[in-house]
């Protein structure tokens, strides 16, 4: 994130940056103003956890993490994106209404319970998305009646180990650990 890191802040701004980025990681290159960003997420951070001014820290949280992530975007994926998407659904919600630092100095406690409105749905709803459309993804013969699962994923070379890239010239084995790990986990 400093100058002398991947991409100086000169490359950034002329070559990665997009027309619409907005990173104050990206103002300097010096180590100590990067450093001193970085404390600052840090101590946000902190607070955010132990629910202190919640709504607040979760407005700067998603900020920073905007910034942070606009900084060097190249290395983002999707887990980066689901960070961001759950803090902009967070600064809707009654965060600090229980268990937090909020709650403890509240000189009136808040009488109802629940939470439930439109944006507690979107907060399940980012937060379990992914984990539903992944099974769905998974809903193929591939997996169960073919069981070339292990196969198929082992040729995506990006996440495969050299164990693994060797294990895909046994076509016929990998089939056998794939109906074997279903059996084990009970899918079928």
Request: net charge positive.
């Amino acid at each position: 994130y400093t100058d002398l890191g991947v991409i100086p802040t000169i490359a950034w701004k002329n070559f990665v940056a997009f027309d619409w980025a907005f990173s104050f990681h990206a103002w300097s290159g010096n180590f100590y103003y990067v450093f001193f960003i970085f404390l600052i997420h840090l101590v946000l951070a902190g607070l955010f956890t132990i629910g202190f001014k919640t709504r607040l820290m979760t407005v700067l949280m998603f900020i920073f993490t905007c910034s942070l992530h606009d900084r060097i975007w190249i290395v983002n994926n999707g887990g980066d994106d689901l960070v961001r998407l759950l803090f902009f659904v967070c600064m809707f919600l009654p965060l600090g209404r229980r268990a937090s630092v909020d709650y403890a100095l509240a000189e009136k406690k808040p009488e109802e319970n629940s939470i439930v409105n439109l944006w507690t749905f979107f907060f399940l709803f980012q937060l379990l998305g992914p984990y539903y459309f992944s099974a769905i993804l998974k809903d193929s013969p591939i997996w169960g009646a073919n069981y070339t699962a292990t196969y198929f994923a082992l040729r995506l070379k990006a996440f495969a180990m050299p164990v693994g890239q060797w294990l895909i010239q046994f076509e016929g084995l990998l089939k056998v650990m794939t109906f074997f790990a279903m059996k084990w986990l009970g899918n079928e």
